[in-house]
């Protein structure tokens, strides 16, 4: 059971990578960034209870912490990118 | 700045709660993953996460950069302090067994200062490189 999430919790992965490399804007890029990283957390915790090891749950939570903060500062740099730039936002935005 | 005001409160939220696992980690470590290094990473997060939400200003008031280079050196003198407590008190470099009377307390003893000296300097590090790049002119 836990085999079958792992592997389709992959291929989420797999379509949220391609979203990422093919994503036409830039919040498509960080969205499907953040969300890989939101299945990278689901896989780590199956994999623990796959291996019979729970404390995994320990890296998940920190995984989805440095997740969190990590797509705070990309999104602020975006931001901040724009903000510089002195003629109006790009189309990409 | 003064418009992310759903991030502001959910960081408020959430900083609390980042230091307290940061903490769990960090004593933790002996029985679980986690360890100095790995808490203090965690800590770090925590007011870099305080700096990203309310501006860098706010953040290096609640951590001084002038405290912050005195505490990394602290976490290594706490590691070498204990290495050269555990000599004077006769064992060799680091051995803990000589800590308490017991060689299993002695252990947990010392294990506990050299991972609360490796995590206060981690978290101080992190912080000064953090503060670094954010301060410096583009």
Redesign the interface.
């Known amino acids: 059971m836990f085999a079958a999430a792992a592997i389709c919790i992959l291929v989420v992965m797999a379509l949220a990578l391609a979203r990422a490399f093919l994503g036409p804007t830039v919040c498509d890029r960080i969205l499907a960034v953040n969300m890989f990283g939101t299945k990278t957390v689901l896989l780590i915790a199956v994999y623990g209870f796959l291996t019979g090891r729970p404390?995994?749950l320990?890296?998940a939570?920190?995984y989805a912490?440095?997740n969190?903060?990590g797509v705070?500062?990309v999104l602020?740099f975006v931001e901040g990118i724009a903000d510089s730039e002195q003629q109006p936002r790009p189309d990409e935005f | 700045m003064s418009h992310d005001i759903v991030l502001k409160v959910i960081a408020k939220l959430l900083i609390p709660f980042i230091l307290l696992f940061a903490l769990y980690v960090q004593f933790h470590g002996d029985f679980g993953p986690g360890g100095g290094f790995q808490a203090g990473v965690i800590f770090a997060a925590g007011i870099i996460l305080y700096a990203l939400t309310n501006g860098p200003d706010a953040a290096m008031r609640i951590m001084p950069p002038r405290l912050l280079t005195p505490l990394a050196a602290l976490g290594v003198l706490l590691y070498g302090g204990v290495g050269i407590a555990t000599v004077l008190l006769g064992g060799h470099f680091l051995n803990y067994d000589v800590l308490a009377h017991d060689a299993v307390h002695g252990q947990h003893y010392g294990i506990l200062l050299i991972e609360l000296g490796v995590g206060v300097t981690v978290a101080s590090v992190m912080l000064v490189i953090f503060f670094a790049f954010i301060t410096q002119e583009p």
């Open positions: 404390d995994f320990d890296i939570i920190t912490l440095i969190f903060i705070i500062a602020k």
